[in-house]
């Protein structure tokens, strides 16, 4: 009854910037906290920006400073700007959030995105 949904993704040059986008949607009593991580290749799933309910960020050491995560309460959905990509930014990213469903209002369930690709040329 939860579906969270990835856009944004596509191919870009080191150096570039892009806009990733998250749309929660569904039998929703209450979203916590949310967040974007990534896999690439060969490598285990890393987070790579988070915020809370409250709206206090988080960042990967990787992309702290060129990086921003946003979210809209009204509208339930999660932004993420990178800019300065790099090759390293290669990876597959992932919508997550912590949500109270309305029809099971005393656990938090653990959702996820379908992925969207990022892939930076060198």
């Known amino acids: 009854q939860v579906q969270l949904v990835e856009s944004g993704g596509g191919l870009v040059q080191a150096g570039e910037s892009l806009r990733l986008s998250c749309a929660a949607s569904?039998?929703?009593?209450?979203?916590?906290?949310m967040g974007w991580y990534r896999q690439a290749p060969g490598k285990q799933r890393e987070l790579v920006a988070g915020?809370?309910?409250?709206?206090?960020?988080n960042y990967a050491d990787s992309v702290k400073g060129r990086s921003t995560i946003s979210r809209d309460y009204v509208k339930n959905t999660l932004n993420l700007e990178m800019n300065s990509l790099n090759p390293e930014d290669t990876a597959v990213y992932y919508c997550?959030?912590?949500?109270?469903?309305?029809?099971?209002?005393?656990?938090?369930?653990?959702?996820w995105g379908q992925g969207t690709q990022v892939t930076v040329s060198s």
């Open positions: 569904g039998s929703i009593s209450r979203v916590n906290d």
């Open positions: 915020i809370t309910s409250g709206g206090i960020t």
């Open positions: 997550n959030a912590k949500i109270v469903t309305t029809y099971n209002p005393r656990r938090v369930g653990d959702y």
